[in-house]
């Protein structure tokens, strides 16, 4: 699914109103309508809503659906915080079209400002995607107001205050939603660390914008959704033997860090990988033969950590480093002769990232296609700090691009970033994640699926998604705080599953 810019939704609106054709007033009655009913489907009418509406098209929406809402049997109040200024036209088309029953209030200082009551809902519909600057005074002072009710508070399209598709200063007012509304497509805001927490738990709720302009408009962002990822993971044929499916060496461990490794391994064999090698120094050898006895191991010269790469490497279909590899100085050394040999597929993760970072000419000899799976703080290290989420994404660009590499910055939406410019934010998982080793599983499976044939975009992919999924899938069945690393590739076969069966 495409992610579009401010910029951008606003000219599928045009273009909807042009070519479906539809009126902009009634194109708004549709969206809407979608509001309402998704508010009716989870509020009885014994819920009362109280309404903050802004001078533009957010503003409108917001008392279409007081009126809606009115309707239908709801106790709604509308308050309008707008100096009576800039009105957009459907706005003021909405405020004739309010029944009289409805309390409508104009907020010309806080003094107008109601006692909301713990079980009401507020509906955040002051500004929405037209958002030119941070807010001040009075609209500022409302938002300080509505983020101090205990109660819910719903945002219309975007939570009031947030801009859509470029940095918010830090310490202005936005409101804190606990569900967004959003129409058509996600807002990007919502998918990046520093903003996307104000969304709340967002949803996206289909107006009909013209399918003609969606299908054409070239973004760089996207989301991964299943239908992709379908259309991505191939059924197993059933003429296929263990050679089909590849073989992977997995490379790492180190003293005390042997548990990374043996996740890896366990992940890329329940990730569908034909043959797996692991290769650990030489105290690993006992603990991985007994772990994981569906692998092959080859023992390291060093007792403790990696000191060498094997010598053949053309039988491996993909080679993934790093889980609780350690940074020895023999380590380092070993990565830099091996760049310098003709190599299967890369998959780096770890400290084969912070020895990345530390040398520049390990840097520089990054085999073509590699991906790299660094969180947040690897990836400052590899490229220097980010200003902000969009300077972020912008390294990530100019790191792939100049790489020619894959590189799946790991966060609440794993994002991927490629050298042809683009970029997938990951739609699964959940907080329980944030647990040790879940990452050494996502180096396994990734593995695993280079392995098998899988173009590095689509092991990028479908390597995210299904550990995303599996993390789902496993926070439902043991809760999102006992989750740990090994129930992720415990439910991945289910995860697996559940695509196919989507499938069929
Ligand atoms: N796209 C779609 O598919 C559909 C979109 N729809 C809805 O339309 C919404 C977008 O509407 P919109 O463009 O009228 O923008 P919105 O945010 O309501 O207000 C802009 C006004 O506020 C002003 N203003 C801006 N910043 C300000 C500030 N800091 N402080 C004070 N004022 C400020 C700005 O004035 P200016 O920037 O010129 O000063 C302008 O007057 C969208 O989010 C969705 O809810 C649906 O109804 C139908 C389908
Ligand atoms: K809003």
């Not at 569900?179 to 738990?201: I, V």
């Not at 692991?278 to 994981?292: E, K, N, R, S």
């Not at 092959?296 to 609780?324: N, R, W």
């Not at 990054?366 to 980010?386: C, D, M, Q, V, Y």
Request: proline share 6%.
């Amino acid at each position: 699914m495409k992610i579009l810019s401010a910029a951008q939704t606003r000219a599928a609106d045009a273009y909807t109103i042009a070519q479906e054709p539809i009126s902009s007033i009634d194109l708004m009655e549709r969206a809407s309508g979608a509001v309402a009913d998704w508010l009716k489907q989870k509020y009885s009418p014994e819920v009362p809503f109280y309404f903050f509406c802004g001078p533009g098209n957010n503003g409108g929406d917001g008392m279409a659906v007081a009126r809606l809402l009115h309707h239908d049997g709801y106790d709604v109040q509308v308050f309008l915080v707008e100096t009576g200024q800039n009105q957009s036209a459907d706005f003021s088309q909405n405020l004739e079209r309010l029944p009289q029953a409805i309390p409508v209030t104009n907020v010309q200082t806080t003094s107008d400002l109601p006692a909301v009551p713990l079980k009401a809902v507020i509906v955040d519909g002051l500004f929405g995607t037209g958002l030119s600057r941070p807010l001040e005074g009075i609209y500022a002072e409302v938002v300080e107001y509505l983020n101090q009710h205990q109660g819910t508070v719903v945002s219309i399209d975007i939570p009031s205050g947030l801009f859509t598709d470029a940095p918010t200063p830090a310490q202005t007012a936005v409101i804190k939603a606990d569900y967004t509304l959003t129409f058509e497509q996600p807002k990007l805001a919502f998918l990046l660390p520093a903003s996307g927490s104000y969304a709340g738990e967002w949803h996206v709720l289909p107006i009909g914008l013209h399918p003609e302009f969606l299908a054409q408009v070239e973004t760089p962002h996207q989301l991964l959704t299943h239908g992709l990822i379908e259309n991505v993971l191939r059924p197993r044929s059933r003429f296929s033997h263990k050679g089909t499916f590849g073989h992977a060496l997995l490379v790492g461990g180190s003293y005390g860090k042997m548990g990374a490794i043996t996740m890896s391994a366990h992940a890329a064999l329940r990730a569908g990988l034909g043959l797996l090698t692991v290769q650990v120094p030489t105290t690993g050898y006992t603990i991985l033969q007994t772990a994981v006895p569906e692998a092959m191991v080859l023992t390291d010269a060093h007792e403790q950590h990696l000191s060498q790469f094997p010598e053949d490497l053309s039988k491996y279909q993909c080679l993934g480093i790093g889980p609780g590899l350690g940074q020895a100085e023999d380590s380092r050394l070993a990565m830099e002769s091996l760049f310098r040999q003709k190599l299967p597929p890369l998959i780096l993760d770890a400290d084969a990232l912070n020895l990345l970072a530390s040398d520049r000419l390990l840097r520089q000899n990054l085999p073509a296609n590699s991906i790299l799976t660094p969180h947040p703080k690897e990836f400052e290290r590899l490229t220097g700090p980010a200003t902000d989420d969009f300077h972020r994404l912008q390294l990530l660009q100019s790191f792939c691009a100049e790489h020619d590499c894959y590189v799946i910055l790991k966060g609440a939406h794993t994002c991927i970033g490629t050298p042809t410019e683009e970029f997938f934010f990951n739609t699964t998982g959940n907080p329980g994640m944030a647990t040790g080793g879940t990452g050494d599983v996502l180096t396994g499976i990734l593995t695993a699926l280079r392995a098998q044939g899988y173009s590095p975009l689509e092991t990028c992919q479908l390597g995210v998604y299904l550990h995303g999924l599996a993390g789902d899938i496993a926070a439902e069945v043991e809760g999102e705080a006992s989750l740990i690393a090994s129930d992720l590739y415990k439910y991945l076969g289910a995860a697996f599953r559940k695509i196919h069966l989507n499938q069929k």
